[in-house]
């Protein structure tokens, strides 16, 4: 795969008509500028507010909105600032914490951490997944174990990688942009500023970085290796 030459605008990666909150996008320099405009946008116009469904014993704390028809399972920790859509689900265990952005009909599922992100509508986190620091288009998914780093291993700015080129996004943590209908398998891992366009695959185990243009497939060529056992210990 040859690595990419340019970074997408937000217009690329994001269908806007499918989120409550185009305004985090307008006039960027990059589409990665959105990340720290969530805490501003939401002091500005989050109105807390519960008009979905607890089950069960739900801690919440600070300023949350929840939308109608959403349900709240039982074990969720909502920390606001928290703004959730309608017809969600958040799972046991789910926790969504300090400027949190979940759109319509999505789920933020068991023992989920997500943390100063986006989620446009339709958005599946569904199953042991950590994020932060990041923005999920329409309808992208990611497959049970998947985990977004958002900070670098050694500290300083998050560079975005491209073939020419490292770009520094001028932010200490910053997780994925991913754009719309684009599916990670289960536990794979993006480095801090990955940036992946519309409609990708990442096979499970699969570990990414850079900038990935659109409709485009990644997969390992790890090939397993399977011999008869034989008594008495393995070989």
Same mark, same amino acid.
Not at 160 to 173: E, I, P, Y
Not at 203 to 211: A, E, I, M, R
């Given at each position: ?67 109608? +028809? ?14 959730? $859509? ?11 914490? =300090? ?5 319509? =009909? ?26 932060? =620091? ?8 990611? +497959? ?30 910053? +997780?994925?942009?991913?754009? =719309?209908?684009?599916?990670? $398998? ?50």
């Amino acid at each position: 795969m040859e690595p990419a030459t340019e970074i997408p605008s937000a217009d690329e990666l994001f269908d806007l008509h499918q989120t409550e909150h185009a305004e985090l996008f307008r006039s960027l320099g990059q589409a990665w500028d959105a990340v720290p405009r969530i805490a501003g946008y939401l002091a500005s116009n989050l109105r807390p507010q519960r008009l979905g469904q607890a089950l069960g014993q739900v801690e919440m704390r600070g300023n949350v909105f929840i939308g109608e +028809g959403t349900v709240i399972e039982s074990g969720a920790l909502i920390q606001g600032p928290v703004w959730i $859509g309608r017809n969600c689900r958040i799972g046991h265990g789910a926790t969504l914490r =300090d400027n949190v952005i979940v759109g319509d =009909d999505c789920v933020v599922g068991h023992t989920v951490e997500v943390k100063n992100l986006i989620l446009f509508n339709d958005c599946e986190v569904p199953h042991f997944n950590y994020v932060g =620091d990041s923005v999920l288009g329409y309808r992208v998914h990611l +497959g049970a174990g998947a985990k977004l780093s958002n900070y670098r291993l050694f500290g300083g700015n998050v560079n975005v990688r491209l073939a020419n080129q490292k770009v520094d996004t001028g932010l200490a943590k910053l +997780g994925a942009l991913i754009g =719309d209908r684009t599916e990670l $398998g289960c536990n794979a891992v993006l480095h801090p500023g990955t940036i992946l366009g519309r409609d990708c695959l990442l096979y499970p185990n699969v570990t990414f970085g850079g900038v990935l243009p659109a409709q485009r497939l990644v997969k390992n060529k790890n090939e397993l290796t399977v011999v008869a056992r034989r008594e008495g210990g393995d070989d």
